[in-house]
């Protein structure tokens, strides 16, 4: 009978187990404290200035059901995630490709691309608002310069996401287009060869390499994305002010009304809990079918 | 050297141990990091003041430091994340000596109980500020369910600014600066000082716009017109009145049935007075400065227009408070700067609002600012919004419906009616 295999302790181990503690004693502090409090509160009424605590039990949960603001906040953030995280990636992906390709100054091209990426969200928020402006922004300047009539991209409510959207995907997909581009770069140049052999065109090799050797890369991107989008706050906040008419009032932005503007700290809890519900549920069928099946080549 | 012989179960143990240790006291460290207290002659004085207004808040702070031997650390954020980081402190028990709300926000605050009742130190004591300085309107407005908690640092109001060069292009008189002009009055002077140049059918110079946030310009016609949001209990909602109708109508009316004034979006109208592409817009005695220093042509200001039965304006002030959790011993200092600003009130209105003391509006330095004048002028018909515990959420509800009406995406009938509902709502779950 073989001797069961003892964990040992080594010098290095417990050096190695060293480095952690910074790591843990913050995520101990910012994360686990906070998330174990949060959910205590959730289940309370709480005045956040006297401490003055009431458990009110499941109250705060079932309260959404009678809240309007909640429904439009989450259907608004539905449709901001599913526009965001598609339109977002194919335009990263598209952009990963193009830089993959070999095309000439092809450093100066990513660095453009990735620059909107290291701007602080209050400057794009500022910029961009500029550019929306409905009487003297440059977009409906081009608008009319080309016969098209004005939008009114931030006080019309059906533009208003969209026009939250745009700005996003403008500032963030240089982020994801770098983790793509690292994704196409790193599937072996034999394949594509041994495909060329087998008669498959551009499209196919598409298809049938890189997608496939890219499986985590997609998995990755799209989950971080995922996560990201039903987090949207600081955009809408800066932008459009959650409006017009709540068109693009957020989940995050009704948190946050709910907790330092109207002091109802724990159903901002509970509204925090429901949606780190909801993210987690997303994201874990979304990475199941997106690494279903192993690809071996 | 093997893996074995280098290991040793009561070394590693004491590393586990140490790794343990140091953990917590990683996490006591960052946990007593605000922990500080601050020497009892040094004080933090929080604002908003972040535009022109905190300009005339250095010179008056030391003044202040140098007559009373104190120091002060004036901690100017912008408004919309200052509420944050006050909400914060205030709740870790480390609030700013002295801070400042609107008093809109008074409410919420004091009912919550983040703010010091003051009525012992302050309206206790006459020699504070005297009771028959006080302008008993704007005083009245710093009080919740009968208590003081704040001392009015100014009022400020809405205004109707105007462009002279305008004006005088289209050879009309200047509105006066002490009476109103009516609502009728408005929609013709802005008619005639509209102007098409490309001729498009839409006009290059408005003639009018409404400024600001839409609940102030609401409100106001919503008093005129003798409504209100909030039933005099404030427990019924009463903005879908015929009043509340007829206010919201005319507002829209003035964008499309009179062509007087475009579509509100964003911070449009601010940038079009100062470019000379509006004639007309309401405003806040607040952008007096910004206007003084930015504009490029001569302007002028005048009180409101009266569109409904009745004169009225809206209005708001800044309110100087302490926090319940400031520790009794910093009180009295804060206390000090405090009436030190009150007292200042003069100085404090060259940032272009209106004090809130009798001696000081009588001031002939404070006379002198003829620009001031249409402001003070409507001191007697000044309106504050509700001091509800809900106001600013309530707020929040409403002007959102009010935007769509203005901007045609909803008829004003619909627009109220979502509104109030939407209030309702919001009673209904802070009487629960």
Known sequence: MPEPRRRVWTRARALNALFLVPYLALFLVWVIAPAIVGLGLSLTEWSIFTGEMHFVGLRNYLRVFQDDLFLRSLANTLYYTALSVILGNAFSLLMAYGLARGIRGKLVFQTIFFAPVVLSIGVTGVVWGWLYNGDFGLLNYWLESIGLPRVHWLSNPRWAMISVIIMVIWAGAGFNMMIYLAGMLNVPRGLYEAAQLDGANAWQQWIYVTIPLMKYTFAFTLTVSTIGAFQVFDQPYILTGGGPDYATYTLVYHIYSNGFRYFRIGYAAALSYLLALLIFGVVYVQYRLLTRTNVEY | ?432
């Not at chain 2, 209106?354 to 509006?361: D, E, G, L």
């Not at chain 2, 935007?403 to 004003?412: F, Y």
Request: hydrophobic share 40%; aromatic share 10%.
């Open chain 2, 1 to 432: 050297m093997s893996n074995a012989r280098r290991s040793s179960p009561r070394g590693a143990g004491l590393y586990a141990v140490v790794s343990i240790g140091l953990t917590i006291g990683f996490c006591a460290c960052l946990c007593g990091c605000g922990a500080k207290s601050r020497p009892l002659d040094e004080l933090q004085y929080w604002n908003g003041f972040t535009g022109p207004d905190g300009n005339i808040t250095e010179p008056l702070i030391r003044d202040f430091q140098a007559a009373s031997g104190l120091r002060v650390e004036v901690q100017k954020m912008p408004w919309s994340t200052y509420f944050d980081k006050l909400i914060a402190a205030i709740a870790a028990g480390d609030p700013p000596d002295l801070f400042v709300l609107h008093f809109s926000e008074l409410a919420a605050y004091a009912e919550m109980g983040a703010l010091l009742p003051l009525d012992d130190l302050v309206d206790a004591d006459d020699s504070f500020v005297p009771h028959a300085d006080r302008i008993e309107s704007v005083w009245d407005r710093c009080m919740y369910e009968e208590r003081r908690y704040g001392v009015p640092l100014d009022v400020h109001m809405l205004g109707l600014y105007y462009n002279k060069d305008l004006f005088d292009r289209a050879g009309l008189p200047y509105p006066s600066e002490t009476e109103p002009i009516t609502g009728d009055e408005l929609i013709a002077l802005a008619k005639a000082l509209n102007v098409d140049e490309d001729g498009d059918g839409e006009p290059d110079i408005w003639g009018f716009t409404f400024g600001g946030a839409p609940f102030r310009n609401f409100s106001s016609l919503l008093w005129q017109f003798g409504g209100d949001l909030l039933s005099p209990g404030l427990d019924e909602v009463t903005i879908d009145s015929p009043a509340g109708h007829a206010a919201l109508q005319w507002m829209v009316d003035c964008v499309e049935k009179h062509g007087i004034s475009p579509q509100p979006e964003g911070l449009d109208t601010w940038q079009h007075f100062l470019q000379g592409r509006v004639a007309l817009f309401t405003e806040g005695c607040w952008v007096l400065n910004g206007i003084k220093q930015n504009a490029k042509f001569r302007w002028g200001v005048a009180p409101l227009f009266v569109a409904g039965e009745q004169p009225a304006v809206w209005a708001s002030g800044h309110v100087l408070c302490l926090s319940r959790n400031l520790p009794e011993a910093r009180r009295a200092n804060a206390l000090r700067l405090m009436r030190y600003l009150s007292d200042t009130g003069v100085t404090w209105s060259t940032s272009g609002m209106i004090p809130a003391r009798h001696s000081q509006i009588t001031d002939p330095t404070f006379q002198a600012d003829a620009l001031l004048r249409p402001f003070v002028a409507q001191l007697d018909h000044v309106r504050f919004e509700p001091d509800s515990p809900v106001g600013i959420e309530l707020r929040d509800r409403y002007e959102q419906s009010i935007v769509t009406a203005l901007t045609g995406l909803a008829p004003v009938d619909v627009a109220l009616d979502r509104a109030a509902s939407r209030m309702r709502r919001v009673l209904a779950w802070w009487e629960e």
